[in-house]
Every structure is written in structure tokens, then in C-alpha cells.
């Protein structure tokens, strides 16, 4: 049996992406296999992050703005993102630039194929697909199923049906996107509706929601039907294309190392933000870390400090006041926005680590419902 210097298990945004940061680096001559079960031929996500200056995926993006409505109780209108732009880029783009970027590179295998067991030997990471053994030096994995059911743990899910929509006149403006509306009824949840515009008649409506329960698709159908019949003037419109996702919003502890040949990226690794749910750009600079540590000091481990893990505790207190509704979501985020520039709290989302701009970020919340969220994390992490 062959043995690689690294497998991908699963090749979707992770994957694919250690696989682009790999080719980036000292490491571009390693054996790498890359298995995923679907070809990743349709557009079956888009993505939308904040980025300051140019990314590593600028000439594939499919819109860029300099700007963000926000509508919420107390607030609505534009955010200045300050440096801040926000970027959508389509998931087939997407793959599509990775498949014809890994193409020029002979030591990278690609395999169509389901992955039955990934385990851990002496020997290697040894993995199973279609009942083939393949074994690894490393073996990235990003086919992890994380479990949500630990009680101590917030199990929050973000879930959302989105439409592409045309409609028969020129109606949205291109420059402001929406990205969060809460003028729909919240019905004790957390309930938004992302509006991204294309063109003057294209655009993606998301309908999204945060709590612990998926919709039926005739509620999500029913209510994105009332958000455009609301705000879109009553205008005649053709959906295009469909889009539904489920993201963990879940402050579970993630073994990223979870043994010596065996690592889980992606949202199997524990990457997504679990107080917003955003995956995308923290998987990029997380694999760039990753892949930086691996070329410099040969193991793959990020490198996290103990002060960096404050953003999980963090994380964990939101996601409390999300779960037992302390507070309204709606007049939370309004607050948020209306006592911060977006900059701001962007930097602290994406945990940069400003001292100073984070204690202003966390002063301006409510007090009463996020000191009593600060009691009850503690209680259920360490206690119970
Ligand atoms: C519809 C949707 C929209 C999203 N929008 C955003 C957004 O706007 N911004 C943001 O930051 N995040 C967003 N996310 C969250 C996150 O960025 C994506 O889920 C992202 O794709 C996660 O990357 P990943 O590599 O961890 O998982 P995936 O991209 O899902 O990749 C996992 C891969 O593993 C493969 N696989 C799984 N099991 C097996 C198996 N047994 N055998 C073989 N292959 C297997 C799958 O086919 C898949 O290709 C969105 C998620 C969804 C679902």
C-alpha cells in the first residue's frame, strides 16, 4: 500500500483549502490524497465574511461591498465597516478555481469516494473509502460529525433557507446590501433575513434563525414569501435557485489533535464561530497557521494561547443569552450596532485581540441578562 505524506478527508471548503495552502508552501512536493464523496459540481453554498485588504480568494469573488444595512428595533440604516469589506463568493466558484489550481500539481490525487473509517495506527492515519485502505503521515479530517447533545454544552443551530430571486423591474440597490433584517416577527427566537443583491433584479433572500429547531419547509417557505411580499413592494419574482443550510452554533469542547496522526479542520475541527455561526474566513486563517506550523516545526498544531481561548467563554455567554432568552436578539444586536462601529465589533467576531476595543465591546451590552449568562456558563461548565 502506498503510503502518502497526507490524506484530506473530505474536500469541501477546508479540504480544498488546505490542499491551496499547501501548494502555497514548503510543503507544495508532498504526496497528498484528497477524498470526498460528491464530484462538487453544483453551487450548493455561498459564502459571505468581512476581510480588510485583498484575500487569497479576491479574483473569484461575486460581489464586494463597502457597506451593510442593518434594520433591528432602535437601529436601521448603513454601517460604515471602516476598513472592512463585505465579500459573497459562490461555492461553485469556489470549486471550481480549486479544481483547475490542485490540477497543476502532479502529487496531488484526487478520489471520488465515501469514507467508512478513519483510524489512528502506529504506522499512519489510516483511512477507508469504498473499502480501499489508504494510510497517511497526516490525515486532515473535515468529515467529522461533532456531537451536539453534550447537556453542559449551548447546541445551538443556525438554519436557513435562501432563494435567489428575479424580479420584473429594477428594484434593489447593488451597493447595500442587507445583512441583518429583523423586521420579520421573532416569535421568541432569533429570526433575520439576509437581502444580497446581484444586479437590480437579482438577488439571494436568506431567511435565517437561531435556536434548536429546523423549520418545516413550508414555514420557511411561508415566511421568506411574507419578508419579500413586505419589503419588495408586492413585486412579481421567479426563484432561481435554492439554498438551505444548518450550522453548529455550539461552544462543545472540539479535539482538533484528537491523536498522533489525526487531525479535524473545518467545522469538524471546531472552526466555526459559535456565537455567529460564520465558518469561512476563520478556516482560511486557521489553515494558514496550520500549514505554517506544519512546514516550520513538522506537527500539524495551531498554535492557540490560554488568553486567545477567552473568546470561547465568550462565545459561551452569548450563545446562553441566545438559548434562554434573556434578552431580545433583535434589541441585542440593534444595541450591539448602535453602541459600536461595525469595525469594531468585527475585530472582536473575529478575535483579534484589541483589549481595549473588546472591553468597550462587552461594556456595551445590556448588564443584567449577560452577567446572569456569565453565572449560568460557569455553573454548567463547572459545576454540574
Ligand atoms: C448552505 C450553507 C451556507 C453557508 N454560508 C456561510 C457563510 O456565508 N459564511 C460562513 O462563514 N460560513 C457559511 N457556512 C458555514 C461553513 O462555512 C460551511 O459549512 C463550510 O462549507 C464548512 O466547511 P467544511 O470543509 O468544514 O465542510 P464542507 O464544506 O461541508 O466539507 C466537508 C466535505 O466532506 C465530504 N464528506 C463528508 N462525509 C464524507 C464521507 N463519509 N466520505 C467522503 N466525503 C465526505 C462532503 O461531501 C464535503 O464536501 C455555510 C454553510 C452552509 C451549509
Not at 489510516?126 to 490525515?139: G, L, N, T, W
Not at 420584473?168 to 429583523?182: G, I, L, N, Y
Request: glycine share 6%; hydrophobic share 35%; net charge neutral.
Amino acid at each position: 500500500m502506498k503510503k502518502y505524506d497526507f490524506i484530506i478527508a473530505g474536500g469541501g471548503m477546508a479540504g480544498l483549502s488546505l490542499a491551496y495552502y499547501l501548494t502555497q508552501s514548503p510543503l507544495r512536493d508532498r504526496s497528498i490524497l484528497l477524498i470526498d464523496r460528491d464530484q462538487k459540481n453544483r453551487n450548493d453554498r455561498t459564502w459571505c465574511y468581512w476581510e480588510r485588504g485583498e484575500g487569497a480568494f479576491e479574483s473569484i469573488l461575486y460581489r464586494i461591498w463597502n457597506q451593510v444595512e442593518f434594520h433591528g428595533p432602535t437601529l436601521s440604516g448603513l454601517l460604515d465597516m471602516g476598513s472592512y469589506r463585505y465579500k459573497m463568493l459562490r461555492g461553485i466558484d469556489f470549486y471550481t478555481f480549486m479544481d483547475s489550481h490542485l490540477a497543476r500539481f502532479s502529487n496531488i490525487e484526487r478520489r471520488q469516494a465515501t469514507i467508512n473509517r478513519i483510524k489512528d495506527t502506529p504506522q499512519g492515519g489510516f483511512v477507508i473509502a469504498d473499502d480501499e485502505p489508504f494510510i497517511a503521515d497526516y490525515v486532515f479530517d473535515s468529515t467529522y460529525a461533532l456531537n451536539l447533545t453534550i447537556p453542559e454544552n449551548h447546541n445551538l443551530l443556525q438554519h436557513f433557507k435562501g432563494w435567489v430571486i428575479k424580479i420584473d423591474q429594477p428594484f434593489f440597490d447593488v451597493s447595500r446590501p442587507r445583512m441583518m433584517d429583523f423586521r420579520v416577527p421573532q416569535q421568541g427566537d432569533c429570526r433575520f433575513v439576509y437581502v444580497l443583491p446581484f444586479d437590480e433584479q437579482t438577488a439571494l433572500i436568506e431567511y435565517t434563525l437561531f435556536n434548536d429547531k429546523l423549520l418545516t419547509d413550508a414555514e420557511y417557505d411561508n415566511d421568506l414569501h411574507q419578508y419579500i411580499q413586505n419589503h419588495l413592494n408586492g413585486l412579481q419574482f421567479d426563484i432561481r435557485e435554492t439554498e438551505f443550510g444548518v450550522i453548529p452554533m455550539s461552544d462543545v469542547t472540539t479535539q482538533e489533535n484528537p491523536s498522533k496522526h489525526i487531525i479535524r479542520i473545518g467545522t469538524s475541527g471546531g472552526y466555526t464561530k459559535p456565537s455567529t455561526g460564520y465558518t469561512f474566513q476563520r478556516t482560511q486563517r486557521y489553515l494558514r497557521s496550520l500549514v505554517d506550523s506544519l512546514a516550520q516545526t513538522g506537527r500539524p498544531q495551531r498554535p492557540v494561547s490560554w488568553w486567545q481561548k477567552r473568546y470561547k467563554f465568550f462565545d459561551s455567554i452569548m450563545l446562553n443569552v441566545l438559548e434562554k432568552h434573556r434578552y431580545p436578539a433583535d434589541a441585542m444586536f440593534s444595541v450591539l450596532y448602535e453602541r459600536n462601529p461595525a469595525e469594531r465589533v468585527f475585530q472582536f467576531l473575529d478575535e483579534e485581540d484589541k483589549f481595549f476595543d473588546d472591553l468597550r465591546v462587552m461594556n456595551s451590552m445590556p448588564k443584567w441578562p449577560f452577567t446572569v449568562a456569565l453565572f449560568d456558563v460557569l455553573r454548567r461548565k463547572f459545576v454540574s
